[in-house]
């Protein structure tokens, strides 16, 4: 066998070997690295269930509208749609003078054990 082909055989071996070989299980939320968020002191938190996509939003089994300018941070602090939230999870949010929820951020681990009022 010439060098070329024994070179890409044992390529295509070792890529065939990493796609049939289990994946190591990674942690579900990884915490960024640096700073952590400065979540507003009036934030308060409960757990959302997913929304239905009917312009309302479930905390703590309370619906609450959610306002026109409402944004949902997701635990990297991006911002997500609300049809891209599947499971209920812990979050801490603000409503705005109307009572509509105004902004949401869902809780890294380390955030979701600060105690904070419901």
């Known amino acids: 066998m ?4 024994s070179l890409l055989l044992s390529i295509l071996s070792a890529v ?3 796609a049939l070989e289990p994946a190591a299980e990674q ?3 990884q915490e960024a690295y640096g700073l952590p968020r400065a979540l507003p002191d009036e934030a308060r938190k409960g757990v959302m ?3 239905a996509g009917d312009g309302y939003l479930t905390i703590n ?6 306002a026109p300018t409402a944004q949902i941070r997701n635990r990297q602090n991006l911002i997500v749609l609300p049809m891209q939230i599947e499971t209920a999870t812990e979050v801490v949010y603000v409503t705005n ?3 509509a ?3 949401v951020w869902m809780l890294t681990p380390t955030e979701a054990a600060v105690a904070r009022r419901r």
């Not at 010439?2 to 082909?5: A, F, G």
């Not at 089994?61 to 959610?66: E, H, K, T, V």
């Open 27 to 29: 942690p579900a939320v």
């Open 49 to 51: 269930q997913p929304p």
């Open 97 to 99: 003078a109307d009572g």
């Open 101 to 103: 929820i105004h902004r």
């Open 61 to 66: 089994g309370q619906q609450w509208p959610l």
């Open 2 to 5: 010439d060098l070329p082909t």
């Open 16 to 18: 065939a070997e990493a």
